[in-house]
Nanobody
């Protein structure tokens, strides 16, 4: 397994900002991409953002323009900077990792993001 440690969630007011981080422990070879998914109660888990080892990024339409994903390959760490947060962003956010030539998904434990007045 690849242990992932995601953190940075919390309670924030609408329009506020939050920065999530996720670090994969140990020495990991052949990482293809790391990203973030989120899941609200009663809803399907959905992709928020993903970044490849080379730095290419993709974002869900719902967060595009408000969210920036970045990574530090030397630290096996990915970040999610979230700005202009809305109540509909409320969810548990999960870090995700994919290796090259490995169909498995590796997941963090999840960090709760709550956007409310």
């Amino acid at each position: 397994q690849v242990p992932l440690f995601d953190s940075g969630g919390g309670l924030v007011q609408p329009g506020g900002s939050l920065r999530l981080s996720c670090q994969a422990s140990g020495s990991i070879f052949s990482i293809y991409a790391m990203g973030w998914y989120r899941q609200a109660p009663g809803k399907q888990r959905e992709l928020v953002a993903v970044i490849t080892y080379g730095g290419s990024t993709n974002y869900a339409d719902s967060v595009k323009g408000r969210v920036t994903i970045s990574r530090d390959n030397a630290k096996n760490t990915v970040y999610l900077q979230m700005n202009s947060l809305k109540p509909e962003d409320t969810a548990v956010y999960y870090c995700n990792l994919k290796k090259q030539y490995d169909p498995r998904n590796y997941w963090g434990q999840g960090t709760q993001v709550t956007v409310s007045s």
